[in-house]
């Protein structure tokens, strides 16, 4: 990761999620985090797939705070609030992937004992699969929405929107392109919403999962003629 975008980009981030009145996620939060996405990954294909093709709840919460720890210091993650309906995770331009060390550092190994070496296997050929994708059409020069999970019980209520519209917004003043994956077919009209376009569709290489690859170019008119539209 370059040291320059995480001394410019992430601070400036970082302040205008501040700004909007959201929580800033504290190293102490990405197990809170975790469970939240726990929940809202009930069912979801790619976590069923790499967890055996049924979903393993306390699997599904290690891959996320493994993540969610591996990537602290170099992105922005934060949450509707300090007791967490939602929370979302971005990656700054130039991310190309996890390195592996520090996923084994921080709950790797664990995940290897509670479901064995295959699941590391199938993280590791899905993100090569993603990221290829995502330097296809970016070039890394994007931000990254790596996560976005909204408990089940406060759905409908607007938090995708509050988490999603101040970055969005940071990103048309910054004019940087947004990028995301989702492997829910549902969720690309949510995405489509908020300006995501489909890029491309197909399955993952070895699975039956579909991967959905978006991309969101910059949209300064937004910030001149106002905020447009909010939905979840």
Same mark, same amino acid.
């Given at each position: 990761?370059?040291?320059?975008?995480?001394?410019?980009?992430?601070?400036?981030?970082?302040?205008?999620?501040?700004?909007?009145?959201?929580?800033?996620?504290?190293?102490?939060? @990405?197990? !809170?985090?975790?469970?939240?996405?726990? *929940?809202?990954? +009930?069912?979801?294909?790619?976590?069923? %797939? =790499?967890?055996? &093709?049924?979903?393993?709840?306390?699997?599904?919460?290690?891959?996320?705070?493994?993540?969610?720890?591996? @990537?602290? !210091?170099?992105?922005?993650?934060?949450? *509707?609030?300090? +007791?967490?309906?939602?929370?979302?995770? %971005? =990656?700054?331009? &130039?991310?190309?992937?996890?390195?592996?060390?520090?996923?084994?550092?921080?709950?790797?190994?664990?995940?290897?004992? !509670?479901?064995?070496?295959?699941?590391?296997?199938?993280?590791?050929?899905?993100?090569?699969?993603?990221?290829?994708?995502?330097?296809?059409?970016?070039?890394?020069?994007?931000?990254?929405?790596?996560?976005?999970?909204?408990?089940?019980?406060?759905?409908?209520?607007?938090?995708?929107?509050?988490?999603?519209?101040?970055?969005?917004?940071?990103?048309?003043?910054?004019?940087?392109?947004?990028?995301?994956?989702?492997?829910k077919e549902s969720n690309v009209a949510l995405y489509e919403h908020f300006g995501f376009?489909?890029?491309?569709?197909?399955?993952?290489?070895?699975?039956?999962?579909?991967?959905?690859?978006?991309?969101?170019?910059?949209?300064?008119?937004?910030?001149?003629?106002?905020?447009?539209?909010?939905?979840?």
């Amino acid at each position: 990761m370059d040291k320059l975008v995480r001394k410019i980009e992430v601070p400036l981030a970082k302040k205008a999620i501040s700004d909007a009145g959201l929580y800033i996620a504290a190293p102490q939060d @990405m197990g !809170r985090l975790a469970e939240v996405a726990m *929940d809202a990954y +009930q069912d979801y294909p790619l976590h069923n %797939w =790499l967890t055996g &093709g049924h979903y393993d709840r306390e699997a599904s919460k290690r891959i996320m705070e493994t993540s969610l720890r591996t @990537m602290e !210091r170099d992105g922005v993650i934060y949450a *509707d609030s300090p +007791q967490t309906s939602g929370f979302a995770a %971005w =990656l700054p331009l &130039g991310f190309a992937g996890s390195r592996a060390i520090p996923f084994l550092a921080h709950g790797g190994l664990g995940l290897i004992f !509670r479901s064995g070496p295959q699941i590391i296997g199938k993280l590791v050929s899905y993100e090569s699969y993603a990221m290829k994708l995502k330097k296809k059409y970016t070039g890394n020069v994007d931000w990254y929405l790596y996560n976005l999970s909204v408990s089940p019980k406060a759905q409908g209520r607007g938090i995708a929107t509050r988490l999603l519209r101040p970055m969005l917004d940071f990103c048309d003043r910054e004019n940087m392109v947004c990028y995301l994956e989702t492997n829910k077919e549902s969720n690309v009209a949510l995405y489509e919403h908020f300006g995501f376009q489909l890029a491309e569709q197909g399955l993952v290489p070895g699975s039956n999962v579909m991967h959905y690859a978006m991309t969101r170019p910059p949209t300064p008119e937004q910030v001149q003629g106002g905020k447009a539209e909010n939905h979840e």
